[in-house]
């Protein structure tokens, strides 16, 4: 089993910037790809950033491209997304994910985080 908790969410301006984190523990070593997704409301869960745990290699959806980055700290077993230049439509829950899957797809999602909130006001 794995468990993920984030941590890090809040309230903030547009084009301001938030920091997620997502500790880790368990069988993390099986865990070959992590990410973040977002849900609001209504809406289907999106990917939003993803890392290859071994390589660092990473991906992003379009719509944070430039904006967010993914990263990791193997040390710590947490992982993060630094979040800029946030936008309204940036508002949603956040999630921390991670699986056995490569991260293309972002069909890796194997366990997942509680969830937590990030919203973005004018």
């Known amino acids: 089993q794995v468990q993920l908790v984030e941590s890090g969410g809040g309230s903030v301006q547009a084009g301001g910037s938030l920091r997620l984190s997502c500790a880790v523990s368990g069988y993390t070593s099986t865990m070959r790809c992590m990410g973040w997704f977002r849900q609001v409301p209504g809406k289907e869960r999106e990917g939003v950033a993803a890392?290859?745990?071994?390589?660092?290699?990473?991906y992003y959806a379009d719509s944070v491209k430039g904006r967010f980055t993914v990263s990791q700290d193997t040390a710590k077993n947490t992982l993060y997304l630094q979040m800029n230049s946030l936008k309204l439509e940036d508002t949603a829950m956040y999630y921390c994910?991670?699986?056995?899957?490569?991260?293309?797809?972002?069909?890796?999602?194997?366990?997942w985080g509680q969830g937590t909130q990030v919203t973005v006001s004018p």
């Open positions: 890392i290859y745990t071994r390589d660092g290699i990473t």
């Open positions: 994910a991670a699986g056995r899957g490569g991260c293309g797809g972002w069909t890796f999602t194997s366990y």
